[in-house]
T-cell receptor, first 113, second 116 residues
Framework: QKEVEQNSGPLSVPEGAIASLNCTYS??????FFWYRQYSGKSPELIMF????GDKEDGRFTAQLNKASQYVSLLIRDSQPSDSATYLCAVNITGNRDDKIIFGKGTRLHILP | EAQVTQNPRYLITVTGKKLTVTCSQNMNHEYMSWYRQDPGLGLRQIYY???????DKGDVPEGYKVSRKEKRNFPLILESPSPNQTSLYFC???????????????FGSGTRLTVV
């Protein structure tokens, strides 16, 4: 069973600090990696996607991918109370006719004012 | 406005009564998928479709059917719903590159289904 693992949290971070969210995945053939944010009672929304090893920055968000270690992370700089949400890591698993996108169970992030 | 539209938002039904949840996207996306979200279990993929007339099982397909007759529509069918299918359901669509890489989902607003 191919898996995506995240720490469920809650992760509490002071306002203005850097929040660091981590995710590991089991399938070495995975090619695309995603971070979604989900507010309570709402649908997930895409924050970042990354395909290549290294860092990808978009505003206050940085996604980091290390395929050798099967590890993807999300950094949120200058955390704001509005960043309080559940963050979902997702991995696109392809091969042998499969083209699934599997989600981790999410990490709850709480930004302390 | 680019969006994925699901209907209905809320549905209460009885065991065994066939139902369909509709999903439509206006972004010309090739890839569409259905997920269910349950507390402690996260989002689990039910079925997905890489293009018209192409559908495949996700991780939890039992008790569900789908069809993809047109690019924009991807309905989820429960032929004989049971209480263990009570859940929050999301439809999602995404653009895929020529090499199969996925750009990430746009999700619908969700359908909260209760089967009694």
């Amino acid at each position: 069973q191919k898996e995506v693992e995240q720490n469920s949290g809650p992760l509490s971070v002071p306002e203005g600090a850097i929040a660091s969210l981590n995710c590991t995945y089991s399938d070495r053939g995975s090619q695309s990696f995603f971070w979604y944010r989900q507010y309570s009672g709402k649908s997930p929304e895409l924050i970042m996607f990354i395909y290549s090893n290294g860092d990808k920055e978009d505003g206050r968000f940085t996604a980091q991918l290390n395929k050798a270690s099967q590890y993807v992370s999300l950094l949120i700089r200058d955390s704001q109370p509005s960043d309080s949400a559940t963050y979902l890591c997702a991995v696109n698993i392809t091969g042998n006719r499969d083209d699934k996108i599997i989600f981790g169970k999410g990490t709850r992030l709480h930004i302390l004012p | 406005e680019a969006q994925v539209t699901q209907n209905p938002r809320y549905l209460i039904t009885v065991t065994g009564k066939k139902l369909t949840v509709t999903c439509s996207q206006n972004m010309n996306h090739e890839y569409m998928s259905w997920y269910r979200q349950d507390p402690g279990l996260g989002l689990r993929q039910i079925y997905y479709s890489m293009n018209v007339e192409v559908t495949d099982k996700g991780d939890v397909p039992e008790g569900y059917k789908v069809s993809r007759k047109e690019k924009r529509n991807f309905p989820l069918i429960l032929e004989s719903p049971s209480p263990n299918q009570t859940s929050l359901y999301f439809c999602a669509s995404s653009l895929t590159k020529y090499d199969g890489a996925n750009y990430g989902y746009t999700f619908g607003s969700g359908t909260r289904l209760t089967v009694v």
